[in-house]
C-alpha cells in the first residue's frame, strides 16, 4: 500500500512538472481578438464559438466582419486591432439585433430538455418531465434553444436595462 502511495506521489509530482514547464503558450493576437469578441457562442460565424472564430481571424482564414452578434462596433475595433481597413458586416452570416436573452413560457414547457444541449453556455435549468427555466444572467441571446423546441415555448425577450437594475447592483457591490 505504501509502495502504490508513494508511485501515485511521484506520477503526481511528474505531471505537475510537465503541466508547469512544458506548457505551450497561447497566441496573444488570439486572446486579444477573442476579447473584442461578443462571446456569445452562438456559431453565425460559421465557427463553433469566439475562439475559434478568433483564432481563424489570426490565421488569415476568416474575415472579420462575420460576427452578428458584435455588429460594426466589433468590426472597427477587429480592423483597429489588426491595422487593416474596417468594412461593412457581411449580411451573409447574419444582422445585428438588440441583446435579448431566452424566456420559457412556463405552462407550455413539457420537459423534453431538447432546449439543454444545443445551450452553448449552460444557461437553461430544467429535469426530464418538468418545467425548465432561463439563467437570464447567463445567456447570451443566441437562440440556439428556438429551433429544437418542439412546443414553441422559447421566446426571446430584449435585455432591459433600468433603475431597478442599478439599485440591486448598488447593493450588491
Not at 508511485?7 to 496573444?28: E, N
Not at 452578428?68 to 439585433?97: E, Y
Request: hydrophobic share 40%.
Amino acid at each position: 500500500m505504501l509502495l502504490l502511495c508513494a508511485l501515485f506521489a511521484l506520477l503526481g509530482l511528474v505531471l505537475g512538472y510537465a503541466a508547469f514547464h512544458l506548457k505551450v503558450p497561447s497566441d496573444p493576437l488570439v486572446e486579444q481578438i477573442d476579447a473584442l469578441l461578443p462571446q456569445t457562442q452562438c456559431g453565425q460565424c460559421s465557427y463553433p464559438g469566439c475562439r475559434p472564430y478568433a483564432e481563424a481571424i489570426a490565421q488569415g482564414t476568416a474575415d472579420i466582419n462575420q460576427c452578428p452578434p458584435g455588429g460594426s462596433d466589433t468590426v472597427q475595433a477587429l480592423a483597429t486591432l489588426l491595422g487593416i481597413s474596417s468594412k461593412p458586416l457581411n449580411t451573409d452570416f447574419g444582422r445585428p439585433k438588440a441583446p435579448a436573452v431566452a424566456f420559457i413560457i412556463e405552462q407550455d414547457c413539457i420537459g423534453c430538455v431538447k432546449c439543454i444541449p444545443p445551450c452553448p453556455v449552460d444557461a437553461i435549468l430544467g429535469a426530464s418531465k418538468q418545467m425548465h427555466t432561463v439563467i437570464s444572467q447567463e445567456c447570451t441571446g443566441c437562440e440556439l434553444c428556438i429551433a429544437p423546441c418542439p412546443v414553441n415555448c422559447i421566446i426571446m425577450r430584449p435585455v432591459q436595462t433600468g433603475p431597478s437594475q442599478w439599485q440591486w447592483s448598488a447593493q450588491h457591490d
